[in-house]
């Protein structure tokens, strides 16, 4: 088994800061990249940020410049620094990882539950 637990999502006033973490863990035997998608409501799930295992970044062009993700490899851990919160970026966090699970023998996509993330006055 593989989970990914997310904690983090907050209510937060707009131009505020939050910093959601995922820890992946289970039978991993090494893991590819890691990121952040995000759904709101009416709206298909999309990529926030994504990171690889050797620090290569992809961001949307909504978040650049605002949010930062991060990795640390020893823990299996991804980070989304978000600052400059805007009411758009109201919506369920999700965090994913491109690993390959013992025992499975490919590299799949795993998903955490969710956090949400609130951005209101």
């Known amino acids: 088994q593989v989970q990914l637990v997310e904690s983090g999502g907050d209510l937060v006033q707009p131009g505020g800061s939050l910093r959601l973490s995922c820890a992946a863990s289970g039978n991993i035997f090494s893991i590819l990249r890691m990121g952040w998608y995000r759904q709101a409501p009416g709206k298909q799930r999309e990529l926030v940020a994504a990171?690889?295992?050797?620090?290569?970044?992809n961001y949307a062009d909504s978040v650049k410049g605002r949010f930062t993700i991060s990795i640390d490899n020893a823990k299996n851990t991804v980070y989304l620094q978000m600052n400059s919160l805007k009411p758009e970026d109201t919506a369920v966090y999700y965090c994913n990882a491109y690993l390959w699970r013992m025992g499975i023998n490919r590299y799949d996509d795993y998903w955490g539950q969710g956090t949400q993330v609130t951005v209101s006055s």
């Open positions: 990171i690889t295992t050797s620090d290569n970044t």
